[in-house]
């Protein structure tokens, strides 16, 4: 009985332990709900995926109601794959945010901080499991609300997390609408809202305009979800002063799930054969991407805070993903899923370790960094690795990734890029080598005694730091199933 | 362009023109709390778009009276009465966080806040560099 | 396997061992591993052993048929005559160097391909520098690093011809090899390093007197007799090599005379003696090759006893030049008899051992009817009667201005240096014992009337002008001088012009510099000013434009997709 | 002919008061400005046949958010400073892209074109099949419910959500209530005696609301707005102090949690009929009576949920501030 209801279990259970949590007084019972509810959904997940895998899809009718008429789940790899990333890293925090949470929030919040958390949890993985565009709209909203609330809560810490909240809330609101009206407008030139039957209405619907101003909106708004470069403006003060374990989840899920949307609503609903989606990739999202590329990671360099300079690089980052796409190739897409799952565990190891540092004195700055090679040296291990890891070095996950986006523009013939995207990665050198230089080349300011972050920190960045090598190595799991969801997703025979 | 085109679409103009209003007020305007009503209008005209793609002329509303009649979808209507609870509640966070940047900033005008903000950052920079 | 075991690695392998036993013990293991390794020679049936395929080449290391029997028989015995020389030296570096480096040879000598010659060539230099650097002064260490320049040098350039000659010919075969393209002119090449080819010489002047006394034994034996075994083998019959041994012959014996160091002398009498050798290959036919083979195998024991003999000195009186040495018959009788012997082999006289191996080549010199060479290898061994048979004995042992007083060589080094004389003049009396060993069958009768008379002819005559220019005085003194042939020219030569070169070069260097940090510090600034915490593109934008950019993205897309 | 007039006067007048919106920067007005807004939209929402949707837009739109923006003014400023960046640009971009859109309109079908895909492709099943399969009138009711009960679902997690995120962004600014038992809305007494007679009915209203929705416009939401709106005029009038007393902040947080664990759990109790997840037909007898105990059920947690986090925002925006004097007003 539990198998068949494995896609709805996923969500709900989440969503069933928020209100849950609402009700433990204290922060220890609620974060030790949150951590088996998490724990708990990532087992569903990781069976889904192993279920996807030999199956091709999952549908699930919400209340028994035929597809177009009620909402259905529709899981596949390429949804499958997203799920098990947002939920392993939502599982590997909670951990970690246990100490990192009770020093960066006032006590009384604490409880209902870990409840906010599975709703964000919750709307992200609603967000990518449904078939249902509507539906989709509705967690994204959940998942958004969340995570403004997340976010604002690093105010204790620095009074910026307010103004960055405030923007990301109104950024993140006209992104939603932007997206509800796109549903609305395709909605209205198909009469559906199921994604599978989406799709298939719109074939003949390629010079209707109306569906072209559907296309634009959805993209910009989903763009704008996804910190698309010039609608990135909200995110580097968003991660950067929200709560570090906050940071740590949305910066490795978050953007992962707008990210997904993209690609199901640029592939799935609209598909290759949508004669704007062609000309979109090519003159709207490689230009984009490579902007992105460049622009973030040289302001990464000059960022005097280690958290923006990370928001920076992860605005980078996410130009690596975009350009994948911008392949619409087999191998670009492969590229593009890897680099979700790959980016995820590289920013995860950075902000973690970064948040020990936090922890330790109060903010990560470059003069804060100073001396800490050898008064925290698993910390800043675990930094130096998710550095290289970042940078791309081989046995590494981000090789791996780099190594099919090469690939891809290679195969596609624009070898321009595949140049563009090493040199992009040598920018990345710098400004990793800016605070490794500051950590172990310079003398700590006398009178600072930092002691090595506790082990309940160390276990979950150290467990990442270890995945990103080992899936550097062994990347056989996870290029199987990326290829699988890229070819789920060109409708390319698997 | 026919008269009955206009007729036929003034609805979805009008949506346009509220929409592009809200989004206006939003860019243009400092206040936060302007924002947030801009923000409204533009959700608001969001509404109207889905209501007055599900009218039908000449029908009533989705409730069966058991006479055979007319009804307007009936979709769009839920998708709505979504979209509303959704919009007051981005409204009511809003509007916290306006609060909290009272308590905290002293000022709920976007550039004071702004300043406010450079000035605090090059200090944390150049403390930073001199030690 | 054992059966198979080549005898160089139970030399090579048997040497690491060495430093594990306690001193006392050592030169017995020593004396046993060459012996082991000839009682292997010598049970060793003919044809090809030990083949190993790597890599989809088959590497034969172990290939005995004549000339290379001949080779590794001498060789081992010279290692066993070293190891009784070197009995009192308990320096672990020279004991485990010097077998090793004698193990190498040899392995080299039986090696069936160019690829394994490449790697025992390789093991040759290394383990013969560290001779040089037992002795443990700045000028060894100096001239170690030259002569290990020198012999890596060489290795790797034989190894670029090998890797040419396998593509151009697809075989990695140890054999006749044609001097057509470069593969072949650079394996030549790198013989010709080792065998101290004119202009290539140097290192062995240079590098073999800074050895230690025991080491410079060991060093005369192995380095340029493999280069010659190489030659034999692959470069037998090339004409080319007949007037480049010829010059062999005759230059060292110009540079000999003025030397005062008498172990230099020796290096370059020695350097004389492989040019003999050349010739031969360079005739090629059956006798010379054999008298090649014969010539090495005698060379390298009468080579060996002089510089034991100097070695001897060296140790005794602290020094082996001419003007510091005089009158030490008394004291060292023993070394002055062993060194007679020494010189006389060397210079050919009859019943002694090199009589009989340079007349061979002499005679295939005849027979190849190359008469201006049959000159001047008669001229370069008066020449070397001149300076080993005589000046070496007189100036050491016999002259008489200053008088030293030291006590007798060591007991082992007698005992070396008598088992080696025994061999020279067996080998003079009964050469049949000699030629049976040799590789090629030829019947060639030495004590022949015509031979001895003409051989005898010669060294009288030398001896007399030797005693009629040292009555005069015109023969030059011994006088303590340092002089620089032709490695003057990178010694002196090239490093003139490489500071003048050096001082321009380093001013244009720094105002390049200069000019690139300026145009950098001006980038930077730019890239600061946008992307820096204040720049357009980090600034912390309010509200409005952020999204002011998004209707600008979705405008943007609108209208480009209408156009479309 | 009068519903194309009706319709294009209301939408005119929207069009006027989102402009004079823009113009005014007195923030009073522009909240008041608002209200009208939603009020004339829940109007044209009414012409337009979305009864159910103009009665939440009125009681959430209207209601909810001006009391909020109110309480909000109440705490920040009162006057919007003079615009200092120009607006030229945004003008132009903002009026390009109503351009732009408006040409993208040109393909839709017209206003009321029964022939509408959106009106032949999906809905016409729903409109034909609630009568058979659930049985209740309001087919908006039946598909909020039923056919996409899982997006009511997730939009009573939105707005628990929102509550939440007040909670933690206010609760711990709330002063503790200062025992000061005069408020200044005690001399008001005609304010005093009209809301003790207005709560009752409020209430009670509230409730039919409740209960009406599966026959006529109505649900879970405009209920529990309605439901809040009645506390939160006693708050007014007779102090925050006297509602804690009447509603304590921690039972309106687990009222909050309640209603979604309500909405959840009759999700959840489906399973154990072996049905799909907020299938409600296996609850009762027959699929029909399921489907009305689950609607009726569901609706009543959404409706706990919604007055919940109206009544906790209303108390964490009113325990910020100082007591105001008549004068401020």
């Known amino acids: 009985m539990i198998a068949y209801h494995l896609p709805i279990l996923q969500i709900v259970v989440p969503l069933i332990a928020a209100p849950l949590s609402a009700f433990c007084r204290r922060a220890g019972m609620a974060w030790y709900l949150a951590l088996i509810i998490c724990a708990a959904s990532f087992a569903i997940s990781v069976a889904l995926l192993v279920r996807v895998l030999d199956e091709g899809h999952i549908s699930y009718l919400l209340g028994n109601w035929a597809a177009p008429w009620g909402i259905e789940y529709r899981i596949d790899a390429v949804n499958a794959f997203v799920l098990l990333i947002i939920s392993g890293m939502g599982t590997m925090v909670l951990p970690y945010a246990r100490v990192s949470i009770a020093d960066e929030i006032e006590p009384h919040n604490q409880a209902l901080f870990y409840t906010c958390y599975l709703l964000c949890f919750a709307g992200l993985l609603g967000m990518v499991i449904t078939g249902d565009a509507f539906n989709a709209f509705v967690f994204m909203e959940i998942s958004s609300l969340a995570t403004y609330v997340l976010v604002a809560l690093g105010a204790k810490r620095d009074r910026r997390a307010l103004s960055a909240a405030f923007t990301y809330l109104v950024m993140g609101t006209i992104g939603a609408t932007f997206f509800v009206i796109g549903i609305g407008l395709v909605y209205m030139v198909t009469g559906t809202l199921n994604m599978a039957d989406l799709a298939a209405r719109l074939q003949g619907l390629e010079q209707n305009r109306t569906a072209l101003v559907a296309f634009a909106f959805i993209v910009t708004g989903i763009g704008l979800k996804l910190a698309l470069f010039p609608m990135h403006l909200w995110l580097p003060n968003a991660y950067a002063f929200a709560p570090s374990a906050v940071t740590v989840f949305i910066a490795a899920t978050a953007t992962k799930a707008a990210v997904y949307l993209m690609l199901r609503f640029l592939f799935t609903v609209f598909g290759t054969d949508y004669n704007v989606l062609g000309l979109t990739l090519t003159y709207m999202f490689t230009p984009l991407a490579l902007a992105a590329m460049f622009a973030a990671s040289t302001v990464a360099i000059f960022q005097f805070e280690i958290k923006r300079m990370l928001a920076y690089s992860s605005v980078a980052q996410l130009g690596y993903t975009v350009l994948g796409i911008s392949f619409a190739s087999v191998t670009g897409l492969t590229a593009t899923m890897i680099h979700l799952f790959n980016h995820a565990l590289m920013k995860g190891a950075l902000f973690m370790a970064v948040g020990a540092i936090v922890l330790r004195h109060g903010a990560a700055t470059i003069d804060s960094v100073r001396g800490l090679g050898r008064t925290m040296p698993w910390t800043m291990a675990a930094f130096v690795a998710g550095g290289l890891s970042l940078i791309g070095v081989p046995l590494t996950v981000g090789f791996i990734s780099k190594w099919y986006l090469v690939a891809a523009s290679l195969e596609s013939g624009r070898w321009p890029i595949a140049v563009l995207i090493v040199l992009s990665s040598l920018i990345g050198v710098i400004y990793i080598w800016r605070v490794i230089e500051a950590a172990y080349l310079e003398k700590p300011p006398e009178g600072r005694t930092a002691r090595e972050a506790p082990l309940s920190m160390l276990i979950p960045t150290w467990g990442l730091v270890g995945a990103n090598i080992y899936f550097g190595i062994d990347a056989e799991l996870t290029s199987r199933v990326a290829g699988a969801a890229a070819r789920l997703l060109l409708w390319v025979a698997p | 362009m026919s008269l009955d085109d206009v007729l036929g679409l003034f609805n979805y103009w009008m949506v346009i023109v509220l929409m592009m209003t809200g989004l206006y007020i939003v860019v243009s305007r400092g206040n936060l709390v302007k924002k947030i009503v801009g923000l409204n209008i533009f959700q608001t005209s969001v509404f109207l778009l889905y209501i007055s793609m599900g009218k039908v002329s000449g029908g009533t509303a989705p409730i069966l009276t058991g006479k055979p009649e007319v009804y307007s979808n009936p979709l769009p209507h839920v998708l709505i009465l979504t979209a509303i609870v959704v919009g007051v509640a981005t409204t009511a966070l809003g509007l916290a966080l306006v609060v909290r940047i009272k308590n905290a900033y002293g000022s709920i005008e976007e550039d004071e806040i702004q300043t406010m903000d450079l000035v605090a950052e090059s200090e944390a920079e150049t403390t930073g560099h001199r030690r | 396997m054992i059966a198979e075991l080549p005898p160089g690695l139970i030399l090579i392998v048997g040497a690491l061992l060495i430093p594990l036993l306690r001193p006392h013990l050592r030169p017995y293991l020593m004396l046993a591993l060459p012996v082991a390794a000839l009682v292997q020679l010598l049970t060793l049936p003919a044809g090809l052993h030990a083949q190993v395929d790597i890599l989809g080449h088959s590497l034969v290391f172990l290939r005995i048929d004549g000339l290379s029997f001949v080779f590794g028989l001498i060789f081992l015995i010279a290692a066993v005559l070293n190891v009784i020389y070197g009995w009192h030296e308990d320096d672990p570096v020279q004991q485990v160097s010097g077998l090793v480096y004698a193990g190498a040879a040899v392995g080299a000598v039986f090696v069936g391909d160019l690829v394994s010659l490449f790697v025992f060539w390789e093991l040759t230099a290394i383990a013969s520098v560290f001779l040089i650097w037992a002795s443990r002064t700045e000028r060894a260490y100096r001239a170690g690093m030259r002569y290990l320049l020198v012999q890596i040098g060489s290795g790797v350039i034989l190894l670029a011809g090998v890797i040419l000659h396998y593509r151009a010919t697809g075989s990695i075969a140890f054999d006749r090899l044609e001097l057509t393209g470069l593969p072949t002119a650079l394996i030549l090449f790198a013989f010709g390093i080792k065998c101290a080819f004119p202009l290539l010489h140097n290192w062995l002047q240079d590098a073999y007197p800074e050895a230690t006394v025991v080491g410079t034994v060991i060093l005369s034996a192995f380095t340029t007799k493999l280069a010659a075994y190489a030659l034999a083998r692959s470069f037998a019959g090339t004409d080319m090599l007949i007037w480049i041994g010829a010059i062999m012959a005759v230059f060292p014996i110009v540079y000999a005379v003025i030397e005062n160091d008498l172990r230099r002398v020796m290096a370059y009498i020695l350097n004389n003696q492989l040019g003999f050798m050349v010739v031969g290959v360079g005739i090629g036919t059956p006798l010379a090759l054999n008298g090649v083979a014969a010539l090495a195998f005698c060379g390298i024991l009468y080579k060996a006893l002089l510089f034991m003999c100097l070695g001897a000195v060296l140790f005794r009186a602290g020094s082996a030049r001419a003007s510091d040495l005089g009158g030490l018959w008394k004291s060292m009788p023993w070394t002055t008899g062993f060194c007679i012997v020494g010189g006389a082999s060397i210079s050919a006289v009859p019943l002694f051992a090199g009589f009989i191996a340079k007349s061979m080549v002499l005679a295939a010199v005849a027979e190849g009817g190359h008469w201006i060479v049959w000159l001047v290898l008669l001229a370069a061994s008066a020449g070397v009667f001149h300076q080993t048979g005589l000046r070496i004995p007189y100036a050491a042992f016999f002259a008489r201005n200053p008088e030293i007083r030291c006590r007798e060589a060591p007991l082992n080094m007698l005992a070396a240096m008598g088992i080696t004389s025994l061999l020279c003049i067996a080998i003079g009396v009964y050469p049949a014992m000699l030629y049976a060993v040799l590789p090629y069958q030829v019947d060639f009768a030495v004590y022949t009337a015509s031979h001895v008379v003409t051989q005898l002819q010669l060294l009288a005559f030398a001896a007399l002008a030797f005693s009629i220019l040292l009555r005069h005085r015109v023969y030059p003194q011994d006088v303590p001088s340092i002089n620089l042939d032709s490695d003057w020219i990178y010694r002196r030569l090239l490093p003139a012009f490489v500071d003048v070169y050096r001082d321009g070069l380093r001013m244009m260097r720094f105002r390049a510099i200069a000019r690139a940090q300026v145009r950098l510090n001006r980038f930077i600034a730019a890239v600061y000013r946008h992307h820096g915490p204040q720049g357009v593109l980090a600034r912390t934008w309010p509200v409005g434009s952020t999204v002011l950019w998004v209707a600008v993205l979705l405008c943007v897309t609108l209208v480009f997709y209408y156009i479309e | ?329």
Do not use: C
């Open chain 4, 1 to 329: 002919m009068i519903d194309t007039t009706i319709n294009f006067a209301l939408l005119l007048f929207l069009a006027a008061t989102a402009f004079s919106i823009l113009r005014r920067t007195t923030l009073f007005s522009v909240v008041m400005l608002s209200g009208v807004f939603s009020f004339v939209s829940a109007l044209l929402l009414v012409h337009l046949d979305a009864v159910d949707v103009a009665f939440t837009e009125a009681a959430v739109g209207a209601g909810i958010s001006t009391v909020l923006m109110l309480s909000t003014l109440a705490l920040t400023a009162r006057h919007e400073a003079p615009a200092s960046r120009s607006r030229a640009l945004p003008l132009i971009v903002v009026f390009l892209t109503g351009l732009a859109l408006i040409y993208g309109t040109l393909d839709m079908p017209h206003f009321g074109d029964p022939s509408a895909p959106v009106h032949t492709h999906v809905a016409p099943r729903y409109i034909t099949a609630t009568a058979t399969e659930i049985g209740i009138p309001n087919i908006v009711t039946a598909v909020l419910a039923s056919y996409r009960g899982f997006d009511t679902l997730g939009e009573t997690t939105v707005i628990f959500t929102a509550g939440i995120g007040v909670l933690l962004l206010l609760a711990g600014t709330i002063r503790e209530p200062t025992g000061l038992r005069i408020t200044a809305m005690d001399h008001h007494l005609v304010l005093r005696v009209v809301t003790k007679v207005l709560i009752g009915p409020i209430l009670l209203f509230a409730l039919y609301v409740q209960f009406h929705g599966d026959y006529g416009p109505g649900g879970g939401f405009q209920a529990g707005v309605i439901f809040a709106a009645a506390f939160i005029i006693y708050a007014l009038v007779f102090g925050l102090e006297a509602a804690r007393r009447a509603v304590p902040g921690r039972a309106v947080r687990w009222i909050l949690a309640a209603g979604v664990l309500m909405y959840g759990g009759v999700g959840v109790v489906s399973f154990f009929f072996g049905k799909n997840y907020l299938d409600y037909s296996a609850l009762g007898a027959t699929a029909t009576a399921g489907q009305h105990l689950g609607i009726l059920l569901v609706e009543f947690g959404v409706g706990m949920t919604v007055s919940a986090v109206m009544v906790s925002t209303y108390y964490a925006f009113a325990g910020q501030n100082r007591p105001i004097g008549d004068e401020e007003w």
